[in-house]
């Protein structure tokens, strides 16, 4: 799996919204006894870079593409440096097929000369988190959300179009759901290790 002249490891954490997957990546050196370089979410970074009066939404092709080039680009930049061991990553290339229709998220890849295999290859493991939205309803999570029933909705069937995808690669590790924030932390932290230890037992 992975780059093999690179030293380092590649862990997604990929999963529905409200998971908490950023949440910890702010604090995973407290977790985590390793030297860590942490990629944040692309997507999020875009919206926040948008000018004002312009919100892109996630189930826009366009802006998955863009969302797609911009998480390649983040991902070439990363040092080879072989004192850097793990590389968490907060979603990866392959996430864009949780908010688009499994066609339109194929024919992106192809824009970009990738196919699906390929696009969940370039990493070593996955951890993926379940949204905590179930646990407490989907206000709670994200304010601006009119209808808590549909947004709850969306995050199911973001986590079933991930989990179609993400299935394919053997080293993948789940997070439940947790309402304790300290608690997920610790879960996290857990399967990231465990997708650790895979990874070095094999090489």
Same mark, same amino acid.
């Given at each position: 799996?992975? +780059?093999? &002249?690179?030293?380092?490891?590649?862990? &997604?954490? !990929?999963?529905?919204?409200?998971?908490?997957?950023?949440?910890?990546?702010?604090?995973?050196?407290?977790?985590?006894?390793?030297?860590?370089?942490?990629?944040?979410? !692309?997507?999020r970074g875009l919206k926040e870079a948008a000018p004002d009066g312009?919100?892109?939404?996630?189930?826009?092709?366009?802006?998955?593409?863009?969302?797609?080039?911009?998480?390649?680009?983040?991902?070439?930049?990363?040092?080879?440096?072989?004192?850097?061991?793990?590389?968490?990553?907060? $979603?990866?290339?392959?996430?864009?097929?949780?908010?688009?229709?499994?066609?339109? *998220?194929?024919?992106?890849?192809?824009? %970009?000369?990738?196919?699906?295999?390929?696009?969940?290859?370039r990493y070593d493991g996955i951890v993926f988190v379940r949204s @905590?939205?179930?646990? $407490?309803?989907?206000?709670?999570?994200?304010?601006?959300? !009119?209808?808590?029933?549909?947004?709850?909705?969306? &995050?199911?069937?973001?986590?079933?179009?991930?989990? /179609?995808? %993400?299935?394919?690669?053997? /080293?993948?590790?789940?997070?439940?759901?947790?309402?304790?924030?300290? +608690?997920?932390? $610790?879960?996290?932290? @857990?399967? %990231?290790?465990?997708?650790? *230890?895979?990874?070095? $037992?094999?090489?």
């Amino acid at each position: 799996m992975g +780059d093999s &002249v690179r030293s380092s490891l590649r862990i &997604v954490l !990929t999963g529905g919204p409200g998971g908490g997957k950023s949440s910890f990546l702010q604090v995973a050196h407290r977790y985590l006894d390793f030297k860590l370089v942490v990629v944040p979410e !692309t997507a999020r970074g875009l919206k926040e870079a948008a000018p004002d009066g312009w919100c892109p939404h996630s189930d826009d092709v366009g802006f998955q593409f863009e969302v797609l080039q911009a998480q390649l680009a983040a991902e070439a930049a990363l040092s080879s440096d072989s004192g850097m061991n793990l590389v968490l990553l907060d $979603r990866g290339v392959f996430d864009g097929a949780a908010f688009i229709h499994v066609d339109e *998220y194929r024919s992106i890849l192809a824009r %970009v000369d990738l196919s699906e295999e390929e696009a969940l290859l370039r990493y070593d493991g996955i951890v993926f988190v379940r949204s @905590a939205v179930p646990l $407490r309803g989907a206000a709670a999570i994200q304010r601006i959300a !009119t209808d808590e029933r549909s947004f709850s909705e969306h &995050v199911r069937d973001a986590e079933s179009k991930l989990l /179609n995808i %993400v299935r394919l690669l053997g /080293n993948l590790e789940f997070v439940e759901a947790r309402d304790d924030f300290a +608690d997920k932390c $610790r879960a996290i932290a @857990a399967a %990231v290790e465990a997708v650790v *230890y895979k990874c070095r $037992r094999h090489r």
